[in-house]
Every structure is written in structure tokens, then in C-alpha cells.
């Protein structure tokens, strides 16, 4: 038996361009922000919660705190009692909350929850949030002589398709360049108030210098204060609450969530005979297509993926099926990923542009693609959308979800 359609109500999105920490804020006034905006942009009051998730990933290594489930009750009085759960998947924190939310809707347990994401980083220097973040990875076990852990990883990735593929870095700059451009438009995106000169996006050690082997400045995802949230209802609640068609909702069309070991080592090695660097990755989207029906990749009409780096969206790139194992180049060089494109990658600016708070960006992605789907986007609003997808990894590929949206 088919499970019960699970709708998104609305939601909210913090300016991710903040720093909270200058504001003299921390993660109960972030959450208290976005509790407070996605009830009052869902329609929805405290009272009518049945249940919260939060994704969180390294609330505990940046600021101490812990528990954080019991957060939203701590600042919105009126959602003491509500049950809550932390959910931490690395990067991927926010989608296995909302995972967690809709078997909760699905199974019948609870008609109406709020999926919130929030994250602190920049209440530290820059190298130790880059160290602070590590704990991702297997620690101890891979990365020993990386200076920064993740762009270390994602330059092997880089380097993995250069020695099977090919790889032209000016292709990853191309990426870097789109999304931050495709920020501009966005009011709540981190980037959109930065400066980029005529070499940001080259070869330029000074513009664009080296951080890890492969990959430069501009290849890097920024550390970002941020928080997202939704209201999930079930079918069951729609019908008993007809007001609700009035209002502008999409529906959940279809999920993947898959989750292998730890190594990137190890993960190579598997798909070392195989097309596609990552199978498991592409067999995620294509579980998310099957559940919602879809024949391919030509049937959305817009993609939000996680750019933590640009070797990570070349790698969406071919494994969502856009062009041939290897071949993600050809999307960029035709032109494919922009706003008015084959197929609109990140219109948002995604996490390069937008910004990357980890534990709410499963959260943000989802609510862009409601946000599209519903013709709220705004200036980045991709014309005619009706159907959208969402990739979301937690650590080198380790967590990996996707969902539909229609």
C-alpha cells in the first residue's frame, strides 16, 4: 500500500548572510526566529503542532549545546510538551528530519509537523570552523594530512574524475560563477552582498588562490549562520481541513535516502569498475524518481543540489543523469544549468551562492523547491515550474537524499 501524500505548507528561511554572533544572538534566538516564521508564513499556530524535528549537525562543537530538540520548547512556550527529536547526518541533518517527519505523518502517528534546521558557525575563526566540521569524515582513519578536511576530500573527488574522466578546473569555476550570480537575485542568500572582480572565478593565485590540491577560493562553500523551516501536514489533515487548498502547497512526489561507510577511499574503490563515481548517490535520486513516478531527469523542471563544493555539483550533475558518466562539462558548456536552460541547477545559488548553514540546508533545499513550485521564488523564480528535485549529502557522499517536489 501506497503511504499517505505528505504536503508542504510553507516554510521559513533566515538571511543567511548574518552573522549571529555580532548580533550578540545564539542558536535559541536563531531558533526562535525560524519557529516563529514558519508558523506565521505555513498559516499555522503553536497549538496546532503535533510534532518537531530539528536537523542539527555540530551544535555541540560550535557552541557547547547539546539537547537541542528541547530548544524550540525552551523559546516557544507554547510548544512545551510537543515531542521532539534531534536528527544528525552531518550535511544531510535537515533531510533526515524531514524523512523523520513524514513516516510520522505517513504512518498516522501525527498530522502535522514542523521540520526546522539551524546552525551556528561563525561565532569561531574561519580554520576552526573548517576543523570543527571534520568530525564528518573518519576521524583518524582518512584525512590525517589534510589542512582542511573537506576541501581536501572534495579535491580527491576532483581529482578522482580528472583521472578517470578528465577534468578542466575552469569547468568547476563555471559553477562557481552561475551560483553566485544566481544569488544575487536571492534576498536571503549569503553571497549577495560580496564582491567578485573579472579573475575571482580563474587561475589567479591571488583572486582564486589554492586551498587543497585541486580546488580554489572560489570552489569552497562559505560558513554560514543560518536556519530553515516547514510545516509538513498529512492527508488526512488536508481533508479535515479544507482552508488549506486556498493556500499555496506541493506535495512530497518522491523520496530516496541511502547511506554507505564512512571512507571516500573505500567508496572509489567500490565504483572503480563502474560508470558513475558514486552509484549509490545516483541510485538515491533514482529511488526519489521512482516514487514519484518519474521516467527520468527531463521530467523536472529544476534541481537543487549540494554544491559544498563544485566538484560536488559536477558529480550531481552526471549522476542525476543530465549527461553521461564523466561528461558533466556539457550541461555547463551548453548552457544547460541556467535559469532558463535544459534544466535550472541551484537557482537559488545554492550553497556556494546561498550559503551553507549544514544542518538546515537539507531544510532550505526543501523549501526553495516549494518556494518554486508554488511560484514563490521570487526573482530566481524558474518559469512554469511544476516539478523539482533535491540532492542533500552528508559527509563525502556517506548520507545522501533526495526528494521530489510537485
Keep these: 500500500m501506497a503511504p499517505e501524500p505528505v504536503w508542504i505548507a510553507g516554510g521559513h528561511q533566515s538571511d543567511f548572510a548574518r552573522n549571529l554572533t555580532k548580533e550578540g544572538l545564539d542558536l535559541s534566538d536563531l531558533t526562535a526566529e525560524i519557529v516563529g516564521g514558519t508558523l506565521e508564513s505555513a498559516g499555522f499556530e503553536a497549538a496546532d503542532i503535533d510534532v518537531i524535528h ?34 544528525e547526518g552531518a550535511c544531510a541533518s535537515g533531510s533526515l528530519a524531514v524523512l523523520a517527519a513524514m513516516a510520522d505523518l505517513e504512518s498516522g502517528r501525527y498530522d502535522v509537523a514542523l521540520v526546522l534546521g539551524v546552525e551556528l558557525e561563525k561565532n569561531v575563526p574561519g580554520d576552526l570552523g573548517a576543523q570543527n566540521m571534520a568530525g564528518a569524515a573518519w576521524i583518524g582513519r582518512e584525512g590525517q594530512d589534510a589542512k582542511y578536511m573537506w576541501p581536501f576530500m572534495f579535491s580527491r573527488v576532483a581529482q578522482e574524475y580528472d583521472k578517470r574522466y578528465g577534468l578542466d578546473p575552469a569547468h568547476l569555476w563555471r559553477i562557481a560563477e552561475l551560483n553566485t550570480r544566481n544569488a544575487r537575485s536571492n534576498p536571503n542568500a549569503q553571497t549577495r552582498v560580496r564582491q567578485f572582480g573579472p579573475d575571482s572565478f580563474t587561475d589567479d593565485p591571488v583572486a582564486n588562490p589554492v586551498v587543497e590540491g585541486f580546488l580554489r577560493k572560489a570552489d569552497c562553500g562559505p560558513l554560514t549562520d543560518g536556519g530553515a523551516g516547514v510545516v509538513l501536514v498529512s492527508e488526512r489533515y488536508l481533508a479535515a481541513h479544507p482552508r488549506l487548498r486556498s493556500r499555496p502547497l506541493s506535495r512530497i512526489l518522491g523520496w530516496g535516502h541511502r547511506t554507505v561507510g564512512l571512507p571516500l577511499e573505500e567508496k572509489l574503490r567500490r565504483s572503480a569498475d ?102 514563490g521564488a521570487g526573482d530566481y523564480q524558474v518559469a512554469g515550474a511544476r516539478r523539482a528535485a533535491m540532492l542533500n549529502i552528508g559527509g563525502s557522499t556517506t548520507t545522501t537524499v533526495s526528494f521530489v517536489v510537485g
Excluded: K
Excluded at 549537525?57 to 510537543?82: C, D, I, K, N, R
Design 54 to 87: 530539528l536537523g542539527n549537525a555540530f551544535g555541540q562543537v560550535y557552541t557547547g549545546q547539546g539537547h537541542l530538540g528541547a530548544m524550540p520548547a525552551s523559546v516557544v512556550p507554547e510548544l512545551w510538551e510537543v515531542p521532539a527529536t534531534r536528527h
Design 274 to 375: 563502474q560508470p558513475l563515481m558514486f552509484p549509490h548517490v545516483a541510485a538515491t535520486i533514482q529511488d526519489a524518481f521512482g516514487r514519484a513516478g518519474l521516467a527520468g531527469v527531463d521530467d523536472l523542471d529544476l534541481i537543487e543540489t549540494h554544491d559544498c563544493f563544485t566538484a560536488s555539483e559536477y558529480m550531481a550533475i552526471d549522476h542525476f543523469g543530465l549527461t553521461e558518466p564523466g561528461r558533466s562539462w556539457r550541461a555547463i558548456e551548453a548552457g544547460d544549468l541556467e535559469i532558463g536552460g535544459r534544466l535550472p541547477m541551484n537557482p537559488s545559488g545554492g550553497l556556494l551562492g546561498g550559503g551553507h548553514p549544514v544542518g538546515a540546508t537539507g531544510v532550505r533545499m526543501l523549501l526553495d523547491c516549494h518556494r518554486q513550485i508554488t511560484g
